[in-house]
């Protein structure tokens, strides 16, 4: 009886692992989100992770967050830092618009950018993801962001407006951030990981499709 009471695999240490998982990598994600170059690596790391250890069931998540996160500064910074000046002024441009939105024309400038916004906030939505769970260089990881946002389209809207809605419901209530990190990073996976078989060769295809049928298997 104590035993399976303490057993790690009983049901209630499995939750309890999980929500320390949960809240866990959320704080770690934005500790090392906090020099700002490391956003990249560190988003991509926590959609490896959470896809890993939340849809796959692994453990160790916090290894394979870390191990993930520094493989992937090299190409993540550098991502990074080009993507910084594009969202400072998407994010300038959302703010003036949102304060003109009173008005009639306001409220179509506000349709239109955000509209337009969809287009460089999809593509990013691709990259870490990517990163994540592949191993890519520059140029054919940018390629295949544009290439995956406009050839799947409805998917990127609704990746998008989840992913904004979700920080700004985040920085407006700042206690959220215990969990929307891990939380924003799974339901992007539930469309995204649907996606990225379309694109791999048959035996990549196959790997990517066993592990989804292990997660069928287990559920």
């Not at 949960?22 to 959609?47: D, E, K, N, Q, R």
């Not at 469309?191 to 694109?199: Q, V």
Request: overall charge negative.
């Amino acid at each position: 009886m104590w035993r399976s009471i303490f057993d790690p695999e009983n049901l209630f240490f499995r939750i309890l692992a999980r929500g320390v998982d949960l809240v866990g990598l959320s704080l770690l994600w934005l500790v090392l989100c906090m020099p700002v170059v490391t956003i990249g690596p560190a988003t991509a790391a926590l959609y490896y992770t959470v896809v890993k250890t939340f849809r796959h069931g692994k453990d160790e998540a916090f290894g394979r967050f870390l191990k993930s996160f520094k493989g992937n500064l090299k190409l993540g910074i550098p991502v990074t830092l080009a993507g910084i000046p594009l969202a400072v002024f998407l994010a300038w441009g959302y703010n003036v618009m949102s304060n003109n939105i009173s008005t009639q024309a306001g409220v179509v400038m506000y349709m239109i950018y955000y509209i337009l916004l969809l287009v460089p906030a999809g593509i990013y939505s691709y990259i870490f993801p990517l990163m994540g769970r592949f191993e890519f260089r520059m140029g054919p990881l940018v390629q295949s962001a544009v290439i995956m946002t406009f050839r799947h389209l409805p998917s990127t809207v609704i990746v998008v407006m989840l992913t904004v809605e979700m920080m700004i419901y985040t920085i407006e209530n700042w206690w959220p951030v215990l969990f929307t990190p891990v939380a924003s990073a799974f339901l992007i996976s539930l469309f995204l990981e649907r996606i990225f078989p379309k694109y791999l060769g048959e035996e990549e295809t196959k790997a990517f499709m066993d592990e989804e049928e292990e997660i069928l298997d287990e559920i």
